[in-house]
């Protein structure tokens, strides 16, 4: 008998829980924060990079069998910093970490798009030497370490 009194209380009551949820000024950081991460989240390129990790690696000069190596140590560059992180989560401020992380993938992607941008060429046929396509791979474990 007391549920269906309390279903039926929060019937009459009940304006929506949606709209007070969309409404009220108290959920807008709660809001903010659910669409800005998930935006920060598409906008690293963090799938795009570990998706097309063995692609990305043949086009920087590695053999087959190295590009599938390195998306091996890409995999290991990710799993060692999500451990790390979830190590220090506690101890330093997780905005702190989440604005170092940010900073950290920018720069290198930034530094991916410059080398090869700079090596490669516009028409994407010009061989790069070994240490930028190295230099390539440790600015992508790099950018996988951001964001874990």
């Known amino acids: 008998m007391d549920i ?15 709209r007070r949820m969309a409404t009220r000024r108290e959920y807008r950081p709660h809001h903010v924060l659910a669409v800005a991460v998930s935006m920060f989240f598409q906008l690293t390129g ?7 990790s063995p692609l990305l690696f043949r086009t920087v000069g590695f053999g087959s069998n190295a ?7 890409l995999g290991a560059t990710n799993l060692g910093a999500l451990m790390l992180s979830a190590l220090v989560i506690d101890r330093y401020v997780r905005k702190v970490l989440f604005m170092v992380g940010g900073i950290q993938m920018i720069i ?3 530094a991916i798009a410059w ?3 700079a090596q490669i060429g516009k028409g994407g046929q010009a061989p790069m030497a070994r240490t930028y ?4 791979l440790v600015f992508t474990c790099m950018h996988t370490a951001g964001f874990g």
């Not at 963090?46 to 097309?52: A, D, K, L, Q, W």
């Open 115 to 117: 080398i090869m941008g």
């Open 67 to 73: 590009a599938l190596m390195g998306a091996v140590i």
């Open 4 to 18: 269906v009194r309390s279903v039926e209380v929060a019937r009459e009551s009940e304006d929506g829980a949606f």
């Open 46 to 52: 963090v799938i795009v990079i570990s998706f097309f």
């Open 133 to 136: 396509g190295v230099a390539v």
């Open 108 to 110: 290198a992607q930034v």
